[in-house]
């Protein structure tokens, strides 16, 4: 019993010592929202694909978390929540993550005063997600990005719909 609390005490101080000479003591993983474009458009929605890049400094691989999200127009916050992240970035490496948001055309325009399908909306997302670091336990690296996202009209959702059929049928012929 003894040698097994001995086997556990050397295995975290190895972690705590990789950790450690790996990163200076004081780097620490970063993430950043580095790119994002919609896709998936709807009648009612449309998803809002994030790019996560997160880079790990140490020489083990952490394993990812959930990552908790808010966007918010002119102080006015439309969309909030967490998501479960699977994997892990790779030791003294980077990773990019996929990670996408769907986004109510109602709610936002309830959101934000003076949104119309038409205008263009500024918009910030805070993300943070969160990352199991051996020894040191559960840390959340924070992260935001700010852009615009357009309101399609109805003629917008009129051609992407026609823009659809089209490419079903170009499908049934070939």
């Known amino acids: 019993m003894k040698i097994r609390s001995i086997s556990k005490f050397a295995a975290l101080g190895l972690v705590a010592i990789l950790l450690g000479s790996s990163a200076g003591c004081t780097q620490k993983p970063t993430a950043s929202i580095t790119g994002m474009k919609l896709q998936g458009l ?8 994030f790019d996560v890049k997160v880079d790990n400094p140490y020489l083990v691989a952490l394993p990812l978390g959930n990552l908790d999200y808010a966007l918010a127009s002119q102080g006015q916050q ?14 003294g490496a980077s990773k990019t993550l996929p990670v996408p ?25 805070d993300m943070g997600l969160s990352l199991d670091v051996p020894v040191m336990g559960a840390l959340r690296v924070p992260m935001s990005k700010e852009g615009s996202l357009d309101i399609p009209t109805q003629q917008d959702l009129i051609n992407k719909a026609k823009s659809g ?10």
């Open 42 to 49: 709807t009648m009612t929605d449309v998803t809002m694909l």
């Open 78 to 91: 439309f969309l909030n929540g967490n998501s479960a992240i699977q994997g892990t970035i790779p030791a």
């Open 101 to 125: 948001l769907k986004i109510n055309f109602m709610k936002l325009i309830d959101a934000v005063k003076g949104a119309r399908p038409g205008a263009s909306i500024p918009y910030k997302a």
């Open 165 to 174: 059929l089209l490419d079903r049928l170009k499908g049934m012929t070939e």
